[in-house]
């Protein structure tokens, strides 16, 4: 899991939770029995999060239009989420299956010249807005984490690097042992090998040896003997 996938997949939680935000408090004027016959008027929505949602709709449109027009043949279901007017009960199906392409097309997406994206900020505002929703809505972020690596300090293989956004909508890694809690430095990459260091009469479990060194050393061993 990258940064890049990771952001892409809180927008169908961002704009489900503004979806929800949208709909007024029960307690209003508007929410009152009327008496006189006449018919309830409709509730109205809350701006500020109908223009958020709006903004982040368009910015993701932009966007993936722009990928999609690069990686051919776009499927039929994305140009359709990308170009239809979507309902917002529908908008959550809609981003999902943007984000889910766009997610699928990662490594081809970093090797495009993408002059257009770069010269309007359409990657910019996009992932900026991610952040900054994320803050101003105190959004619990979808966890999604990478796949684990073999820690330095316990040997365990639990190292994971994790995203979260923070009150400016800052986007930062963090890279920590669920077993020992030892954080690492986020810029730096974790090795699959472990680098444990042992006492010598510890009561500790040995460092992790390759399966093919221990039946190397079986096989000396037998030999000498």
Do not use: N
Not at 41 to 47: F, N, V, Y
């Amino acid at each position: 899991m990258s940064e890049y996938a990771w952001k892409l997949s809180q927008v169908p939680v961002i704009i489900a939770h503004l979806r929800d935000s949208m709909i007024p408090l029960a307690a209003t004027d508007y929410d009152r029995t009327r008496v006189d016959g006449t018919r309830d008027p409709a509730l109205p929505l809350r701006i500020e999060p109908m223009q958020d949602a709006d903004d982040l709709w368009a910015a993701l449109t932009a966007y993936g239009a722009v990928i999609g027009w690069h990686i051919t043949p776009a499927p039929h279901a994305l140009t359709t989420r990308l170009t239809a007017s979507v309902q917002w009960h529908e908008a959550g199906d809609a981003a999902h299956t943007i984000t889910a392409w766009l997610i699928h097309h990662e490594d081809r997406i970093a090797q495009l010249d993408l002059t257009v994206i770069d010269d309007h900020g359409l990657d910019v505002t996009l992932f900026t807005l991610i952040g900054r929703l994320l803050a101003k809505y105190r959004i619990t972020p979808a966890r999604l984490r990478t796949s684990p690596t073999r820690c330095r300090v316990c040997g365990e293989h639990a190292v994971r690097a994790e995203w979260a956004p923070d009150r400016t909508g800052t986007i930062h890694r963090t890279v920590q042992c669920t077993v020992c809690l030892t954080r690492y430095d986020p810029t730096e990459e974790v090795t699959h090998e472990p680098a444990v260091d042992v006492p010598a009469g510890s009561e500790t479990s040995p460092p992790f040896r390759p399966h093919h060194q221990t039946v190397a050393a079986g096989r000396d061993a037998d030999a000498v003997a």
